[in-house]
């Protein structure tokens, strides 16, 4: 069972991270295209399912549900390890892409704050936000912490994308 885990995990993150890094090298847009960013969620299901069908496979169905869930949960987090190493490491790397990443987040501000948000405390806090993004876009830079955070919310619909293939396996004949 480990070695499954691992293999397929390893396995999925060097497909997500080739996967990325072929994106990057067509262009900075093409990476940050939100579209093509879910998009790679196929090569996680794709290997989360693989390793827990073996899984099935090999200690069979009729188990607890949390043992089933074990295994694509963990596969997809290998995989979500390698992809954030990669993102941390290419932001580190091409300071332009962290630029690119505010630039589009300022945008998506001051289109909140240019369409009236009706509530004043809100509008400051937006504008609070487009102050905070001004002076983070002076000195770009990828902190840690944040991409930490996504990581750890990724976790949690990584444990709803195991669940659901748990199920789906645990159902089927």
């Not at 630039?103 to 289109?111: I, M, R, S, V």
């Not at 369409?115 to 609070?128: L, S």
């Not at 936000?129 to 830079?141: R, S």
């Not at 991409?147 to 195991?162: C, K, N, P, Q």
Request: charged share 15%; net charge neutral; aromatic share 14%.
């Amino acid at each position: 069972m480990k070695n499954n885990i691992l293999q397929n995990g390893v396995l999925g993150g060097v497909v997500v991270v080739f996967y990325f890094a072929l994106l990057y090298s067509v262009g900075k847009e093409t990476f940050l295209n939100p579209w093509l960013q879910w998009a790679s969620m196929i090569f996680y299901l794709t290997f989360m399912y693989r390793a827990a069908k073996a899984d099935c496979e090999l200690n069979g169905k009729s188990r607890d549900f949390r043992q089933i869930l074990r295994t694509p949960f963990a596969v997809f987090i290998l995989i979500n390890l390698f992809y954030w190493m990669f993102y941390y490491g290419l932001h580190l790397y091409d300071l332009d892409l962290v630029r690119m990443e505010l630039l589009a987040e300022k945008q998506t501000y001051q289109g909140m704050l240019d369409a009236g948000v009706g509530d004043p405390q809100q509008a400051n806090q937006i504008r609070e936000g487009l102050m905070e993004l001004d002076k983070a876009l002076e000195n770009p830079v990828q902190p840690l912490g944040p991409v930490i955070t996504r990581m750890a919310m990724g976790a949690l619909g990584g444990f709803a994308l195991s669940a659901g293939i748990a199920a789906i396996l645990r159902s089927s004949d």
